[in-house]
């Protein structure tokens, strides 16, 4: 963001789902494809230690949403979704008299007389029937979960709903794009672009999967049975979420690696064609722009599938800030949080901040501020039979696991 006498910008906020921060080519990726995203990083500011307030879809997106964190609003896990009940960002922005518009995932509650604060949402995606999981509330005895195969049995090449809802969710915000460039509003508006891939299914479109399953490519880190680390965490995840029991073979691991990267590659492709409408609506010169993911993915590392855990794949999030004020062609490695981005988008449209809320605002970090801060990530829904906190504080990396042995890392040290 320029200083705080330039005028308010728009901001244009793009997320996608379960984005492993390392698959992508600004990151050094070996072969992945995300040519636009790269050139965004360029642009701006690519943060290399950004962290997810919690590895799992419906907390991360309610803390996301809030700009606190997850035991501070109370949305725990995947059946406790957000119904509006704490102020957000986008309650703020239209208090304020700003239009706040949603185009595609939220994995809100969803219910009629839901208020989640903004101005409209086009397309949304809430937790079915307002529920959300329930099932992953159970805390002993967990059983395992059903559908784990699904994981490997789809990975491969055709067609889905959340491939087809995607370029619907892209059609409608370049729709939208195109109207406001048209019909420029009082105040800076806010747009939120949010598309469900590369999550799961790992069913890619065919011209992506093949242009990966051509390649050579290698199997995930440490993938072998004995080069796997052992924690009772994550040893009851690997068995409640039993996805690395139905891979039978290295084929059938390499075909989940191509499935998942031509959904990163596809999504990359819509991000840019909603880069493109702004650009083409004469407003990028004064629009904020801000790429993330709700959480990553661990794809097969350490033969963990999904995400749920604090590993760098998991709780890492992929995050880019770039437009006025904002350095370009800058990486910087000071940890940022989830939290960090309602802060941003609030005062970069010039809209009052939320009260308590700890965030820093991330074009300032970009700058040059330091804060002095931890960043905090938490997770208490599938598969944990207890609460686990990652502490993240300069180099070092500290997991709290309630009921099991502790974890202390200094990520300068063992990066993995």
Request: aromatic share 8%; with cysteine.
């Amino acid at each position: 963001m320029a200083p705080e006498t330039s005028p308010p910008l728009n901001v244009l906020v793009l997320m996608s789902d379960e984005h492993n921060p390392r698959f992508l080519g600004c990151a050094g990726h070996p072969f992945i494809h995300t040519p636009r995203l790269d050139a965004l990083a360029a642009q701006g500011t690519r943060f290399t230690q950004a962290y997810t307030c919690s590895p799992i879809c419906v907390p991360a997106r309610a803390a996301f949403a809030t700009g606190r964190y997850v035991h501070e609003v109370g949305f725990w896990d995947n059946g406790d979704p957000y119904e509006g009940s704490v102020p957000s960002w986008h309650h703020a922005l239209r208090a304020a008299g700003h239009e706040a518009v949603s185009i595609g995932k939220l994995h809100f509650r969803g219910l009629p007389g839901d208020d989640h604060g903004w101005s409209e949402e086009i397309l949304p995606m809430h937790v079915v029937d307002g529920v959300g999981d329930i099932k992953g509330l159970v805390r002993s005895d967990i059983p395992v979960r059903k559908g784990g195969d699904k994981m490997a049995a789809l990975a491969g090449p055709g067609d889905s709903t959340y491939i087809r809802y995607d370029a619907s969710i892209a059609d409608a915000a370049c729709d939208w794009l195109a109207r406001r460039a048209q019909a420029p509003a009082a105040k800076p508006w806010v747009l939120f672009v949010s598309l469900v891939c590369p999550h799961f299914p790992l069913t890619a479109p065919p011209r992506w999967y093949e242009h990966y399953a051509a390649m050579d490519l290698p199997l995930p880190k440490r993938y072998a049975r004995h080069e796997r680390p052992r924690h009772p965490y994550t040893d009851e995840y690997a068995r409640v979420v039993d996805y690395d029991t139905h891979f039978r073979t290295e084929a059938d691991v390499k075909r989940a690696v191509a499935g998942y990267s031509g959904l990163v590659s596809y999504m990359d492709e819509q991000v840019g064609r909603v880069l493109d409408a702004l650009h083409a609506g004469g407003q990028a010169g004064r629009t904020l722009v801000l790429y993330t993911s709700d959480h990553g993915d661990n794809l097969g590392a350490r033969g963990l599938w999904g995400k749920s855990t604090m590993y760098e794949e998991s709780a890492g999030v992929p995050m880019i800030v770039a437009g006025p004020g904002v350095p370009a062609g800058q990486v910087v490695d000071t940890p940022v949080r989830h939290v960090d981005c309602a802060t941003t988008i609030l005062r970069a449209a010039g809209a009052p901040a939320l009260d308590g809320a700890p965030g820093h605002d991330l074009a300032d970090i970009a700058r040059g501020a330091r804060p002095a801060r931890p960043v905090l990530s938490e997770y208490h829904a599938i598969g944990s039979t207890g609460g686990a906190t990652m502490l993240r504080h300069g180099p070092w990396k500290y997991c709290h696991y309630v009921d099991r042995p502790a974890q202390l890392v200094g990520l300068g040290q063992d990066p993995e």
